[in-house]
């Protein structure tokens, strides 16, 4: 699908418009510091996308605010006495040099240990915790779906894992298929149910409205609150390009 790209400044705020083949115009506020996006169909002219974007600038400029306040952690050297996140309690690294298997494992309340063969650089260290991260994610998923499929009454033909840099979520309504970023094994465990159960709950509401905000008071009536945590929880270190 070919795009057209226009830059624009709407309120004191930059903002690229990107003109798609698409029914509906999307806003979207992406991390690290809030940049503006807006996907527009083609048939709206330039005046209606400015209006609509102003007619979101309080929105925009509320979610700006969150990005600048999240804590943001320094880049990552994998290297000992570094801390690290798991399900929401923070950790020190203790790295060790083996000359058997190389693994990562909790030991006691407070440390994190990793087994590397000597001479590993940061990457390599970097992918061993990713996939540990990665198979601890994966084993919370089939526990959550258990309890909540028969509950909302809808079933997940799949559910998969990814890093990503502008959802936690997202759902895939035709497949029934369900992505969580892998960001999520880091954060508090309420925060993992509440993006599974949000995703979850577009099997039966496809958009962000009043139905959609009704059926997830319903089922989990704190969600807000998770929705919260989950946002003034530390945002990992990255490389922001898109």
Known sequence: MSTERLEIEVGGIPVEIHRKGIRNLHVGVYPPDGRVRVAAPRRMDDEAVRLAIVSRLGW??????????????????????????????????????????EGVRLVGNSRLEMCVCA???????QRLLERWYRDRLRERIPDLLGRWEPIIG??????????????????????RRIWLNLELIRKPP?????????????LLERHHNDR?????????????????????APLAHEDWRY
């Not at 925009?60 to 969150?66: F, L, P, S, V, W």
């Not at 001479?119 to 260290?125: I, K, L, Y």
């Not at 149910?193 to 949000?198: K, M, R, S």
């Open 60 to 101: 925009i400029r509320r979610q700006q605010r969150e990005f600048g306040r999240q804590v943001r952690e320094s880049a990552r050297e994998m290297s000992t006495g570094e801390s690290h996140y798991y399900r929401g309690r923070r950790y020190r690294l203790d790295v060790v040099e083996t000359s058997g298997r």
């Open 119 to 125: 001479g590993s650089d940061v990457s390599h260290r």
């Open 154 to 175: 809808e079933s997940v033909s799949e559910c998969r894992i990814k890093r990503m840099k502008t959802r936690w979520g997202s759902c895939n309504i035709e497949a």
């Open 190 to 202: 309420g925060c993992l149910e509440y993006i599974l159960v949000h995703e979850m709950v577009h």
């Open 212 to 232: 959609f905000r009704q059926l997830m008071d319903a089922f989990l009536p704190d969600w807000r609150l998770r929705r919260d945590e989950l946002n003034r």
